[in-house]
């Protein structure tokens, strides 16, 4: 073998072994794990209603005859919703409207509520224009409208509720307290709200 091809040969092998050092200090050892993440995205609905009690007066023939209370009227109750899922309100009696002899009971429907709506979402409102009867079971006040989200904080989803008793709007008690002729005193009852989640 002659000096020059051994030469050649020297670089060569002296090329591969810098070629070989070189790939072997970029190689990298590894070692993974895997690790297991979870989202819960829970249900939050949280319902304040002024607790406060309403008191109708009825004093006069006139209140007898049309009832008292109305559409943005003296008796109301202020109300909100936060909630991070679309929603429904609902309000139903929770006991009988029992006068203070614990017996005679006047009829739930001489009882109802409008609703003005307040916040900036875009609702169903169903006691908009005309009042909305207490019944024993749930009756819808509140409620999505279409596909457009109800979710929101109390700013999104405030409203205020407006009481009357004897009026014989929207499908109140047709019959005037006056014709009811109902047994004189004081007369309670418990309004139950309830904010479901929409499905």
Do not use: C
């Not at 070189?22 to 989202?39: D, E, L």
């Amino acid at each position: 073998m002659s000096e020059n091809t051994e030469r050649t040969l020297r670089k060569a092998f002296f090329a591969y072994l810098i070629l070989m050092f070189s790939f072997s200090a970029h190689a990298q050892v590894m070692n993974t794990q895997v690790k297991t993440i979870f989202a819960n995205f829970n249900t939050t609905l949280l319902l304040n209603i002024d607790n406060s009690a309403v008191e109708f007066e009825f004093n006069t023939f006139e209140d007898y005859h049309n009832g008292v209370g109305s559409h943005n009227g003296d008796y109301y109750s202020e109300g909100s919703i936060a909630a991070t899922t679309n929603w429904e309100l609902s309000f139903m009696a929770a006991e009988p409207f029992l006068h203070d002899d614990g017996v005679t009971t006047m009829p739930l429907d001489n009882l109802g509520v409008t609703v003005k709506w307040t916040g900036y979402n875009k609702v169903k409102n169903r006691a908009k224009n005309q009042a909305k009867a207490l019944e024993s079971s749930e009756v819808t006040l509140i409620e999505q409208q279409g596909n457009k989200s109800n979710a929101g904080d109390e700013t999104a989803n405030s409203f205020i509720l407006y009481w009357q008793l004897g009026t014989g709007d929207g499908n109140m008690n047709s019959q005037s307290i006056f014709d009811q002729d109902l047994k004189k005193g004081s007369y309670s009852t418990s309004v139950e709200f309830i904010v479901s989640e929409a499905l």
